[in-house]
Every structure is written in C-alpha cells, then in structure tokens.
C-alpha cells in the first residue's frame, strides 16, 4: 500500500498553508480507500474495532519501519541555516549555535507531533529504525533538536539500525548518485548510488524482519515502512517477493505477508513533515488494520475491470516451451506479465469514448510478478495467484492487482512412480561370513572379570590396611601379589590390542605417532579407568551414590555456593534464578522455613523485589504453622521479618498490630520496643513512638515496677536529664538486624528523621557505619563513602570500617583508594579470612597490573574458600605473566565449580591458541559465545588471535561483533576491521574503521594507525568516494 505522493504535493501547492491538513487528509483517504460511489467503508469499520483481531495484527506481529532523514527530522530543512556547520563540527553541541525564535518554535511543534505519532505507532506496532545515515546522527540529532521525543525513544527501546554497516557487494557503478546532503558531513548519501541505497536497506530490513519473526517460527505477516525515498519502498517490495511463509502442518496453507509502504514528500520543510506526521497519526489505525482482502472486494463490486474476450487463453508451446518451463521453475520460480492496453478508436465518431476508459487503460497496463513454485510440487497442475500490477509510474497509485489463473495439461514434476518407493536396502545383497573386525566383547570381559579378582582379593587380604605399600606388602606376603599384577596386564594388553586393531588412523606396519598416539593413549586409558571405577562402584557401593537425598543436597550447595558468587559479582538475576533452582532438588527444601526466610533476604537485599521477599516469609509462617518443626528464634525472626517488611511497604497497622502483641508478652524487651516505636513514628503518632524508641535503649531493670506505658512515659520524663546518652551499642545492634532484613529505609528513618540522637550520637563510629551499611545497601556507593571518609584519617578506625571503605572504592573504581583501604583492613591480625576481602584486593591489583601480587590475593582467597571467582583471578593473574601452565590449571579449576562462566572459557580458548590447540580452542570460543558472554575485553583478544593466526577467521568475526554488542568502543571496530580485511570484505573493513576513528578522538597514534590500514584498502578499491569519506571522519577526529 502506498499513499499518493503526488496528489499530496499538489494539494500542498494549490492551497494555503491553513488547509494543508485537510489536503493531505483528503488525498490519504483517497489513495487508502477510493472507491466507486466515493465513499470509505473500511475507514468506517476500522474505527469500531473489536477486540478479536487477526494474527497479522495484534501488536506483537506488526513491525513498524521507520526512516530518519526527511521521515521523522527534518534534515534537508535544516542544512540551509547558516549554523548547521557550526553544529555539526562542535559534534551537536549547540553551545555556540544561536537559534531563532521561529526556529525553535518549528522544531518544537515537529516534536511534539513527532512524539504522538511514534505514541500512537507503538500502540499497535513495534518500530524500528533504519536509516543510511551513519552513527551516531540519529541519536545525535534527535537528543539535540527533538528531546522529548528522545526521551520516548528510550523509554520504548526503538532500535536504530544503520544500513552503511551493513556489507553489500558493490556492483559496476552507473551514476544515479543521491544528492541530499542529510547527516553529519553528508552521512546518509553524499557517495552511494540509488541502488546500493536500495541493497543496503533491503539487507538491514530482511534481517530485522528475521530476528523480530523468529519468534513464529520464521513466519512474517505483517510489516509497514515509512520514508521519503524509493529505497524503502523497493527494498520491502523485494523482500515481499522473495519471501515464502512456511506452511502451517494442520491447514497445508501459508500465512499471507502483508506489506504496506507510506511514501512521504521529498525534501520537505519542518511545518510540512509536522503536517505529514500528524496526517499519518490520524490515519494509523485505518493503515495498520486495513487488510487487502476486502479492498480487492470493494475494487471488484465498484470498479471496472479487464479480461480475455473468451474468459481464458489457451496456448500450447510444444517440447521446448515445457523444457524452459521447468528451466524457470528451477532458476526463478516465477514469471513477469506485461500487460499494454491502447484504447480502441470510437466507431462513431460523434460518441466519443467515456472519459475513465484512458484512465482504465493506464491502471491496467504494467507488469506483475507470478509466483509459480508452488507447481514445483509432484501431482501440481493448476496454480490461482493475485498479485499487484505495478505500473511505469513509480508513484502511482492506482493499486490495480491481477487475479491469474495457470492450468497445464500435465504436471512439471510427475509423481513418483512405485517401482521408486522402494528402500535401498532391500537391493543389498544379503551377505553372510564372518565381519571385518571380530567383536571386543572378549577383550572387555576379561578386562572387567581381571578386576573384578583383583578388588576381591584386595578386599579381602587388606581389609584393615589404610596405606598403598602395606597393602603391596600384605599382598607379597600372602603370594596373591604376582597373580592380580599378572591378570591386570594380560588383560589390558588384549584392550590395547583390540582397540588398536580397530584404530582408524593406525596404518599397518607403522606405529603411531605425536597427537595420534596421544589421543589413543589417552581414550584407552579413560575407558580402564571408568570400567574400574563401576567395578568399584558395584562391589562397594558408597552411601551417597545410592542417596537421592544427598545427591540433592549436593546440587543444592552447588547452587547455593554459585548463588554466593553471583551475587558477589553483582549477577543478581542470575543469583536469583540458581536460588529458584534450588527448591526444584529432590531434597525438598520447599518444606525447610529456614530456606524460605534465606530466598527472603535475598530478595530484600536485592532492592524492588519485596513482594517476593513478603510471599517467600509467608511461605515459611506457613510451613510452622502446619506443623513443621523449627527452632523458637527462627520463629521469632520470621515473625519480626514479616512485620518489618510490611512496615516499609507502607502496611503501617499490620506492623504496629504485630509489635504491639509482642510488647504485651514481654514489657521490656528492648528488640520489641524499637520496632515499636518506629512502627508508630511512620504512622505520624510521634510522641507514642518517641517515648519507645528511647526506652529501647533502657535496661530490664530500668522497667520494673512500671505497671503501664503511661507509667513508663512519666519515669522518662522524670529521669531524661540524669539517664546519659542512649546505649549506642544495642540501638546499633537493632539497627543491624533491620539491615540483615534488608531493609535500609527503616534505618535512615531512625537515623534521620526521629532526632532520637544527639550530633554526637550519630558521629560515633557505629552510627557512621551503621548509617554507611545502610546507603550501600540501597546502592548509594558515593554517599556511603562520603560518610566514612571522615573517620578513615583516625588511627582507632576499625576493621569493619575499612572493609566498608574498600569495598565501596571498588565499586566506585576508585582503585588507588581502594587498594589502601583494602591492605589496612587486611593488616587487622583477628584470625579470620574474609575471601570476598582477598578477591578485592586481587581485583584491584589485576587492574594495576600487579600480576604476581594479584594471584597472591586470590591464593589466599581460595585458602579460606574455593570459589570460581578466586581461580579465573589467578588465570588471569598467569596469563598475563605468561605462565600458560599454570593458567591452564588454574582454569580447570574454575571450571569444574563453574562452567558457565565466559571469562573461563575465553581465557581457555586462548591459552589453547597460544599452544596451537586448534580444535580445543575452537571447542572453548565456541562454548563461550553459547553463554552469552559479557567479557568484551577478552572476545576482542580472541579475535586478534584468531586474526593473527589466520585461524577460523568467520569465528574471529563473530567474537569481535559480539564483543560490540556488549560495549561499543572504538578498538573493537578497529579489531574488526582487520578481521573483515583479512576476509576479504575490504568495503565494509573502511567502514569499521570510519566508526573506529571517530570514537578514538583522544587517542590520535592509535587513530594513525587505522587510518592508513584503511587508506591502503581504498587505493585497493579504487573507490574515490570511499576514500573521501575516510579522509572526512579522519579530518573530524582530528
């Protein structure tokens, strides 16, 4: 579908600038819907729709196309003011650009029609963007002049996708170079033809529609482009015909691709691209929901049509006719009728023809593609298609379609006759004799029968011997020795003789050399060890083994201890999902309250998940309910847990209820007190909760006598002058049990807003940590910091203080800083290890490039506890000391508590590339890029180490790219650059390294060296604009 240009523009020209709306109205409905008595029934029913919609257009299946330039922003309007220079070389600071009012307000009005249009899109469709320009003008462009509709950008997520990135083979040139000078420096198309503007979107757009339709399984059904040029439209037009729908198994039929293109006014100024937009906003429900079914109906009842005299044409070729029928089936799958009607002379010269038969005769002439593969199918004959007849008017509007009908006589591809259903096995010979190889059952079962006599004997001999010699000695002694050492080895010499019998890379009369015979040696051995394993594992079986329970258990510490490492590394989702796995074991631990109170905390802890950590603890007080048994302080924690939470979540008479029950049981319980009190300071009863809140701090003995609250309100009254201050101590513990619930806010409500405590009380050290613990926790490093600061220049500081300190320094990747913080926590002697400690510290050396000193850090971290996390420190430490021997081992280690890990499997793939393992490496990039990998710096290192190897080069390429898409930095796409040179890809090498040199301002050798790379590809090609638009990112760096 496509709204008639032409009618727009002239009615854009005839009328003033007060009617332009309704002009454009007018000629939209005319070109959506015209038809025979003038009116739009489909705009009609479109307003009423109903909830029932087809598959083809509910939201979550309409892709919503967009262009930049002249679509959406006014490119062409803006580069005739005289500051767009300017602009443009400040890279799209308007510091230095004065605007005029009139200006402002255009571009303000285009804003906000901009946003409602784009509003109302992704109300029924998901858009994207894809422009030639190059990045990042749109970006650039849009936060500059159109912000609010920036801002929605964002919120929405539309992606942008910029065709120039994409590598399309340049065919002989011919002109037809694009003129518009849109973008930055003439980014959209100062250097490339019509049609490489046309490949490139086509390119862009059939990959967009595939990742957005996969989800269907490769099933497109609807797509809408919007643009001012034909690239839009000839690029969708191509795709539409090119792609075939997979047919659904229970009907045989495929799902219809329905396309439709919105043309736009070229070159318009910023009032007519607001009134375009604002047309189009109007008209979005009618374009998204009209289908081409009924408007070919309403064609046939209103509007004329054209036929064969006799309803049919029957014609017959011969032999060659159906030899190059088939030839065409085979190559293009289809064929173009060209239809030319001429208007037939008046036989009466006075009654000249009707005035619509020369329009008739215009509508129906042109060309239309027929798609002919479904007669590829055995047994077709007969093929119905409708399909639009495009005129030699690019802009036409007509929509005139075909409607075809190919009978043959007989089909293309005949049926497969029965003397070929026949299976190839049943023309085998049958053969019988003895086979090739004989079986290696013997072989196994002497093996496994050798063992068996063994481990009985052993058993048996040594029953009470704990050492390797004593037991080889008790054997010598008893004479058993020579005959379990004898029958092994006869044993394992049959295995090693049959399996080399049947090695396929053992050539006779040649023995096995280098990696062969390693591999032989090594599978040989695996199969002795594992077949003596079983053995052992039959006689003797361990407890566990046949423990379902504690092969859960197991898991479940597995889980729980990765669960611990991802949360150290900030992986909270991940945490999250190992812990939700954790209640799937056999070990049940969904009826453990202590699990669910531990899933709560961490779901506290990880801030906006408090409904889940609320529904976790409800789960645990059910569990005691029902009878589980459970230790008292479980209980009572779940009970205070509870209530804290639904204290911060603003249930303030659930919490008070709750406190107040447990007051009445215990008076002076200082804990009960507390919560208490704050539970009414939230609830705005000020002075109730002030007078709990300081009797919290009060001994038990301070209460006795008392026989009331009244009476403790009277005693604090009488006594506030001469009690001292608050008992620090035990309100800092309060504190930290709230901070232990993960419930930060309820701590600077005490701290800040009670005015329980003095300046001097809240100076103290545990308030400052406390108030500091707090503000980490709801992730405000910077503040947490801020606050400890003052109290790291004393020489008393505590332990706690500097671990706080350090941890937040890392975190703020204050590294100088935080490796002082850091070795002064670690040089307090109170004989505990803290490895999260030891792995900061090692985290921070590696980032100083301290090698040895980092794997020392991370040694010590392992001493105390083994974690995943300790051991890819200690490769990494290796790796960049060159000790690949070491770094191996170290990543075994990593791997086996955790091979999900992508920095692991990085690493693994270089050192494998280091000593020329190619299948091992190929194994570990492979497994790496599976996982989703986050590690960019190491891709980038596999991806220059494939390059510089000359090894899987297509592999190179994916790392490099996967590596931009975790951060988009200048030295990835000068990595890839060298990569798609070295692939042969030299165009799409220079545009890389275009990107690169722009996002390496500050880094002008390393931009040196780029830039002659490129340069050298240019002269290569012989491509005076590629080199042109070098030369100009090049000089805009500069």
């Known amino acids: ?221 609807h797509a809408v482009s919007i643009g001012d040029g034909l690239a839009e439209r000839d690029a969708l037009q191509e795709i539409s015909m090119c792609h075939q729908n997979p047919r659904n198994p229970e009907s045989g039929s495929s799902s219809r691709f329905c396309v439709k293109t919105i043309q736009m006014l070229e070159d318009p100024s910023c009032d007519h691209l607001q009134t375009q937009l604002e047309v189009l906003k109007t008209w979005t429900q009618v374009v998204m929901h009209s289908d081409e079914v009924p408007w070919e109906e309403e064609q046939q009842r209103f509007m004329p049509s054209v036929c064969f005299r006799n309803g049919q044409m029957i014609r017959y070729r011969g032999r060659r006719f159906i030899e190059e029928f088939r030839s065409m089936l085979s190559n293009s799958g289809g064929v173009f009728m060209y239809l030319e009607l001429e208007e037939k002379p008046p036989a009466d010269p006075k009654k000249p023809n009707p005035p619509e038969t020369a329009e008739l005769t215009r509508q129906c002439s042109g060309s239309a593609w027929i798609d002919l593969r479904s007669l590829i199918a055995p047994g077709s004959c007969r093929v119905e298609t409708v399909c639009t007849l495009e005129g030699s008017d690019l802009l036409q509007g007509a929509g005139t379609f075909l409607r075809l009908s190919v009978e043959l006589s007989f089909d293309v591809t005949p049926a497969e006759g029965e003397d070929m259903k026949v299976h190839p096995s049943s023309l085998l010979p049958q053969r019988s004799g003895p086979s090739k190889f004989s079986a290696s059952d013997g072989a196994a079962t002497s093996f496994l029968e050798a063992v068996e006599r063994g481990c009985e004997t052993i058993f048996r001999d040594c029953s009470k011997i704990s050492s390797v010699e004593e037991a080889v000695t008790q054997l010598k002694e008893v004479n058993s020795y020579e005959d379990v050492k004898q029958g092994l080895r006869e044993s394992i010499i049959r295995v090693f003789r049959e399996r080399l019998r049947k090695e396929t890379s053992a050539i006779p009369g040649r023995p096995l050399r280098g990696k062969a015979r390693e591999d032989f040696i090594s599978n040989a051995y695996s199969y002795l060890q594992l077949t003596t394993a079983e053995v052992l594992a039959k006689l003797h079986p361990s407890p566990d083994a046949t423990d379902e329970v504690s092969d859960a258990t197991k898991e479940g510490a597995r889980l729980g201890r990765l669960a611990y490492e991802a949360e150290l590394v900030g992986n909270w989702d991940r945490a999250a999902e190992l812990l939700q796995n954790r209640f799937l074991l056999a070990q049940d631990l969904r009826s453990d309250p202590s699990e669910w109170v531990a899933f709560a905390k961490f779901c506290a802890r990880r801030r906006g998940r408090q409904a889940a950590a609320e529904e976790a603890l409800c789960q645990a007080a059910k569990l005691m309910g029902s009878g589980k048994d459970a230790p008292p302080e479980l209980q009572l924690e779940v009970e205070l847990f509870l209530a804290c939470l639904v204290l911060e979540r603003g249930r303030y008479e659930e919490a008070i209820t709750t406190f107040q029950a447990k007051v009445d049981k215990d008076f002076a319980n200082p804990m009960f007190r507390f919560l208490l009190g704050l539970a009414l300071f939230l609830r705005c009863r000020f002075d109730e909760g002030r007078a709990y809140l300081e009797s919290a701090g009060k001994p038990r003995e301070w209460f006795k006598g008392l026989p009331d609250e009244a009476a403790v309100v009277d005693k604090l009254k009488a006594f506030r002058k001469t009690d001292g201050p608050p008992n620090l101590p035990q309100l800092a513990g309060f504190l930290d049990k709230l901070l232990s619930f993960g419930l930060p806010s309820l701590v600077f409500t005490f701290l800040d807003q009670t005015s329980l405590l003095s300046e001097e009380s809240l100076a103290s050290e545990s308030m400052v940590l406390v108030d500091a613990k707090a503000l980490a926790l709801d992730r405000d490093l910077a503040g947490a910091v801020a606050r400890v600061e003052p109290l790291l220049s004393s020489e008393a500081t505590s332990y706690e203080v500097w671990k706080l300190a350090g941890e937040c320094y890392v975190q703020l990747q204050d590294f100088d800083k935080a490796l002082q913080a850091l070795q002064t926590a670690l040089a307090f002697d109170d004989g505990v290890e803290d490895p999260v400690l030891h792995i900061r510290l090692g985290s921070v050396l590696l980032v100083k490039k301290r090698w040895k000193q980092a794997r020392d850090a991370f040694l010590r971290s392992i001493h105390a506890t083994s974690t995943a996390e300790a051991w890819s420190g200690v490769a990494y430490a290796e790796f960049r000391s060159d000790e690949l021997s070491t770094c191996y081992e170290a990543l075994c280690e990593a791997n086996l508590l955790d091979n999900e890990r992508t920095d692991v499997w990085a690493l693994l793939c270089l050192v494998h590339l280091r000593n020329e393992n190619w299948d091992a490496a190929d194994h570990a990039c492979r497994q790496c890029l599976s996982l989703q990998p986050d590690c960019e710096e190491l891709l980038l290192e596999v991806a220059m180490e494939l390059q510089r190897k000359e090894r899987q080069m297509c592999l190179a390429e994916v790392c490099a790219r996967r590596a931009l898409e975790s951060k988009d930095s200048g030295q990835g796409h000068s990595v890839l650059a060298d990569v798609l040179a070295q692939m042969g890809k030299a165009e799409a090498s220079v545009l890389e390294a275009q990107v690169a040199l722009k996002m390496l301002a500050d880094q002008p050798e390393i931009r040196k060296v780029i830039f002659s790379k490129a340069l050298k590809l240019c002269q290569e090609l012989e491509d005076a604009p590629l080199t042109e638009a070098l030369h100009a990112c090049q000089k805009l760096a500069d």
């Not at 008595?37 to 919609?53: F, H, K, L, M, Q």
């Not at 009012?101 to 409602?116: K, P, Q, S």
């Not at 942008?160 to 994409?166: K, L, Q």
């Open 1 to 221: 579908m496509q709204l008639d240009t032409f009618r727009i523009e002239e009615d854009l020209l005839q009328m003033s600038f007060s009617s332009v709306d309704d002009a454009a109205s007018s000629a939209a409905v005319w070109a959506l819907y015209k038809s025979g008595d003038g009116c739009v029934p489909e705009a009609r029913a479109v307003r009423n729709i109903t909830s029932i919609e087809a598959d083809w257009q509910r939201r979550d299946n309409v892709l919503f196309i967009l262009d930049w330039d002249d679509t959406i922003f006014p490119t062409t309007w803006l580069t005739a003011k005289p500051w767009y220079r300017t602009w443009i070389r400040d890279k799209g600071s308007l510091e230095n650009v004065e605007l005029d009012l009139e200006t402002v307000a255009a571009l303000d009005a285009l804003d906000a029609a901009a946003y409602e249009f784009l509003a109302c899109v992704s109300r029924v469709a998901t858009p994207v963007c894809i422009t030639l320009s190059q990045r990042p003008w749109v970006e650039m462009s849009m936060k500059a002049f159109l912000p609010r509709l920036a801002r929605f950008w964002e919120e929405v997520g539309i992606s942008v996708h910029y065709a120039v990135e994409e590598y399309v083979a340049t065919p002989t040139r011919q002109g037809f170079w694009c003129q518009k000078p849109s973008g930055a420096g003439g980014l959209e198309g100062t250097v490339l033809e019509l049609h490489m503007r046309s490949n490139r979107k086509r390119k862009v757009m059939e990959r967009v529609l595939r990742r957005f339709y996969r989800k269907n399984n490769n099933c497109w059904l």
